[in-house]
């Protein structure tokens, strides 16, 4: 039956690509004939990946979800990242065209520019997709409130809906792949940020102000992390790092990376000894810790290494040069495999278009990652993943 459906949902398809190809030769013939091509990627603003195999070639690979060959040739999984041009999101595209070659469906990928990472940029390249019919969606939404109309759109167009990276409204999703829990991304953070503290002599009897550096205030993960840091400062064992006034010391400098480093500029020039300054910066985008290491590297007055922390959520290989710099205060960052995050979402949307998982499912064989488990409607990859002057060099993203 499955088979039966996908044939039908694929001669729909041709059927209206048929449609569009008349409607686009009359609109040509009105436009006095302008010599111009397009694409169906290049009609949503998305590049596009197709590892399905030739028409007269047949083959008899097996991948771990189950899915044959022919059903999978049919199958164009659309992407939608916060936005493009960033090693974070690059490195999750890696995983994700991994995942499409393994399994031999096509893969559209598509998003705003850094400095136009707006709910509306990801609307429109959205709308094209819906229009265009694909099979599934899976979006890193700037705006999980505002995005959810037109999620619940595409859902009732009868594509799947997934969220990777940061998740939507509950109920304009089919599944959010998440690649870490809110307290285990505070606690590998915090971590961090002891570690060095208590290095350079803070502790319970030398507390430490912090300052936490986020980006849109809409962004649901960073928000929830946040929460949770905040939770965790509560507690003994972090208790002598102090957020002292939330309205001043938490940063949200948006997406623009000009507007980012200019706040981690401020921010370092408030850094330093005494009750009034701030001893430790924690960054939770990859765009912001970054920005955190080379704004100290840039500052005509520089705060004492030896009394300042920074650090935070980015790649290896944003954060290397500063880590390994003895005389730049970034000495440990936090991340997770963000290869792996793309592999399990285009892996998990695949396996929901194909039937093989459901919202309902409590487990997904996520090919080489092996089993992941489902709970909620929502599919962890991991814990945090910690890294610094000794281990910076094994990563390569």
Sequence with gaps: ??????????????????????????????CGGSDSSSTSSANSGGSSTSASTSAGSSTSASNSSGGDSAAAGDITIAMLPKFKGENYFDACRGGAEEAAEELGIELLYDGPSQDQATNQKQVDILEGWI??????????PNDPTAIAPTLQKAQDAGIKVLTFDADAQADSRDLFVNQISADAAAKGLLDAAATDLKEKGYGPDKPANIALVSSTGTDANQNAWTEAIKGLLETDEYSFMVIQNEDTDIYYPGTDETQVNSEAATLIGRMGEGEDQIQCAIALSSMATPALGAQYQSASSKPDASKIT??????????????????????????????????????SAYQMVTG???????SINAGRLGEKAIENKECILGDALVFDASNVDEFDY
């Design 310 to 347: 920074l650090t935070g959520l980015a790649t290896p290989n944003a954060l290397k040069t500063y880590i390994k710099d003895e005389s730049n205060p970034l000495n440990i960052g936090v991340l997770w495999n963000c290869a792996d995050l793309g592999y399990l979402a285009i892996q």
């Design 131 to 140: 229009a265009q019919g694909v099979d599934a969606i899976v979006v890193s």
């Design 1 to 30: 039956m499955r088979r039966q459906s996908m044939k039908k949902k694929t001669l729909s398809k041709v059927v209206a690509g048929a449609l569009v190809g008349i409607m686009s030769m009359s609109m040509l013939a009105g």
């Design 356 to 362: 093989d998982i459901t919202s309902d499912s409590t």
